[in-house]
């Protein structure tokens, strides 16, 4: 490693300087809030799938932070959810053969989430693997009674991992019921990851009212590796046991707190995450890092003085994994309001790795452009147009809410995402600091001056 | 984790498309073969410290590597690099007391590379403590017989780690010196990290003629606490003993090879990185990464059947880390050459993280704005200009060919660099992968078009 010493005198010198973006670093960079955050609420409370006693810790966990940070009219936005439970997992598979069955192997899996399990024996059947809904359609006549492996890999050529999770994660929410079409009695989904462990990754599943609801599970690279192995050499047979279930709906909540604001205090900037996780590890990229996110821009603005013209409230959105119920809830709130203008929102949810810039609804992000000066302070300073800012405020997209979403380099995501690997460790402080600084300060852009207006229509140049 | 299927399919349709970049990314990333490249240097070879038997077995590596791909002209340009070695390193302290020593604690150090050593016995003194070298001025009177320990912290504020480097690293070539300047009998100096744990980091020093040659070594984060919070509680004695010592120069060499251009193959486009290492960890990022982009670039182009219309030739330089021996060596052959013209040369010495975009000695960046679309692919489409490509490349400044850094981000590098963590572990097969493929889109827009011309100066508006 050499010295380049001359150059980064140069790049510095030619940065301009905002002074805003340089206070929320001297703080954030020397304090590390975000990660101190994230530490706790892995830690004290852990994975946390709504409906669960986890996740009611969280909300008192999440109401504490914020009463912590001291935070304005912080409350609990009460909404119903669905309280999912995993049970007993395992997977067995072996080649029948004429003088009995071949020596058992097991598989590393776990439920999808909403999946129905089994009988505690389980289900038993031959597997037939397909690579796609096309090649299952071309088996259809192969399935009935039978185990359907779908073995559809992530696909590592788009620039964007999370390009790849959208083209692989409908085989996750689709699988069971395609395959329950053809008559199979259960389903096995390759997890939706390009890391190559044992590790299983969940994630929801939804079930057609059309088809039969039949257990999903999903199985870790290495497993589907060795199924498909097995499955290339002849006949194999499978039994897959579940004791997954779906108990009754649970009262629960998001919750909400808020740096008022000066000027024009009804008008309303949202920032958040989702306080639910998966209950795998630690829900610490997905969505902790959100959450801290979240916690720790408002705790530096409010720590530092700052005082936005506008309301930016914090949203610690409950359920979004399985069901949108805070996210709705939420939507709920903001229709009815007569006050209240929901002006702008951010959502943080794709992980705490160094953020890169904003996915946005907005068309035209040339509107923005003098932001990126405060934003490359962080590096954070690329818009990406028409695009959505994230589950939990897409909803808002109804009430001509702008929104953002951050938008962090993605290459690692999905190596921990919804898996027993998502964990603190598995999280850099300063990559994770980074993404809460830019989200601060995109907050502090949208509530000292609104949404810039569309350019004017471009006049002909005069002939 | 929610689905943000829509926006991720509207970016992809807004991005433009560039078939060549496609195709390596089709190729790259299947195969990913940065990583195998890394994982053999790391493996078979290791740390691989300027004169050692391990650089001798880096340069067969290197040749070998370049044959397996099928580049023309591989061949090895000698150079003569110096021989430094490390030996046992102790350092213990305690607080000397009326009746005696305090207990002796030991710190977690390691020489810094060119130190001179110690006699066996070590040297034994006082220590004191400075912030900067002006705080070191102004305890000059103090300093005569003793040991200074240099505490000066990365700063963590800079937007990019390479800036905080740079404003540290200062200390680590220079402390010696200064200290010995007032009559010190040896330094210490904070290792240039900010992860905190008990592994130091090494790097070259150098020293100043006109002072005694004392030695000097580096402390890790937690041992610089330890020492720091003793010296604050009262007089801390300490105890240094290094091994360490230079033998004489060893003959060595970079290794070149190359794919010939098809129209002008006397216009050359370098790329490389160091094929040296310090000797701690594997040198994987620092910088195996520099030395896996460079071949994994060569071999996608080449099995690709790519044919760029100017020669794309790598070196992987030797003796980067201290004396720059194959820098020079290089430069004196292209300075020579009657019949090439050294038109372009890109660097990788900034680590296998997700790549940025590129540093570049041109100062107009603006001419390289057709090149971000190819090099959108890899999200490595930023270009910092007026700045440097890396210090194997910059002696060709004189010969005015244009040169280029590869920028990945930062966040995470110095808590690896120059350590026993600089492993193959802590590198990401995508991240990496990506950095080749970013070098090997670069060289081809520098082949197939030379660099381009500056812009005409503007002209004035017709009043």
Redesign the interface.
């Known amino acids: 490693?050499?010295?380049?010493?001359?150059?980064?005198?140069?790049?510095?010198s030619?940065?301009p300087v905002d002074k805003t973006s340089d206070m929320l670093?001297?703080k954030g960079?020397?304090e590390l809030g975000a990660y101190r955050i994230l530490s706790s609420l892995c830690k004290d409370v852990g994975a946390r799938l709504s409906g669960s006693p986890e996740a009611a810790k969280a909300v008192k966990w999440g109401e504490a932070q914020m009463h912590a940070i001291g935070l304005d009219n912080v409350h609990l936005l009460p909404c119903v959810v669905p309280h999912w439970v995993r049970g007993k997992e395992v997977a067995t598979f072996w080649t029948p053969t004429p003088n009995g069955n071949g020596p058992k192997a097991k598989l590393a899996i776990c439920a999808l989430g909403m999946s129905v399990g089994t009988p505690d024996a389980g289900v038993t059947g031959d597997v037939v693997e397909v690579t796609s809904f096309k090649d299952l359609d071309a088996k259809a006549d192969k399935v009935k009674g039978k185990i359907v492996f779908f073995n559809h890999s992530m696909n590592?050529?788009?620039?964007?991992?999370?390009?790849a999770y959208?083209d692989a994660?409908g085989y996750r929410w689709g699988a069971a019921s395609a395959a329950a079409k053809y008559g199979a009695k259960a389903a096995l989904v390759r997890s939706v990851t390009?890391r190559y462990d044992d590790v299983p990754h969940t994630?929801a599943m939804a079930y057609d009212k059309a088809y039969d609801k039949i257990p999903v599970a999903a199985v870790s690279l290495l497993s589907a590796n060795r199924l498909h192995k097995a499955i290339a050499a002849g006949v194999v047979q499978l039994n897959l046991q579940l004791g997954c279930q779906t108990l009754p709906d649970e009262p629960s909540a998001s919750v909400v707190g808020e740096i008022v604001g000066t000027e024009h205090p009804e008008e309303v900037i949202v920032i958040g995450g989702?306080l639910d996780s998966w209950d795998k590890g630690q829900g610490a990229h997905?969505?902790g890092a959100g959450i801290s996110h979240t916690l720790e821009a408002l705790r530096v603005i409010k720590e530092l003085g700052i005082k936005p013209k506008r309301t930016i409230r914090a949203v610690l959105f409950m359920n979004?994994?399985n069901g949108?119920r805070g996210a709705t809830s939420y939507h709920d709130y903001a229709a009815a309001s007569k006050t209240e203008k929901a002006l702008a929102a951010i959502e943080s949810?794709?992980g705490g790795f160094?953020p890169?810039g904003f996915?946005t609804s907005l068309k035209d992000v040339s509107i923005l452009d003098a932001w990126k000066t405060g934003l490359?302070?962080?590096?954070a300073d690329r818009f990406?147009?028409?695009?959505?800012g994230?589950?939990?405020i897409?909803p808002l997209r109804a009430l001509n809410t702008a929104l953002f979403?951050l938008v962090p380099?993605s290459?690692?995501y999905f190596d921990f995402?919804?898996s027993d690997n998502d964990r603190l460790t598995n999280v850099?402080p300063?990559?994770l600091e980074?993404g809460a600084l830019a989200v601060a300060r995109l907050a502090l852009y949208l509530a000292d001056n609104g949404v810039p207006a569309p350019k004017p229509a471009e006049k002909p140049a005069k002939g």
Chains 1, 2 share one sequence.
Request: net charge negative; aromatic share 6%.
């Open positions: 490693m050499g010295m380049v010493l001359a150059a980064l005198s140069l790049i510095l030619q940065t670093m001297e960079m020397r590592p050529t788009f620039t964007s991992t999370f390009q959208g994660v390009m994630g989702h997905d969505d979004e994994e949108g949810d794709s160094a890169r996915g490359a302070r962080f590096e990406y147009g028409g695009g959505e994230g589950a939990d897409e979403g380099e290459s690692r995402h919804h850099h300063r990559e980074l």
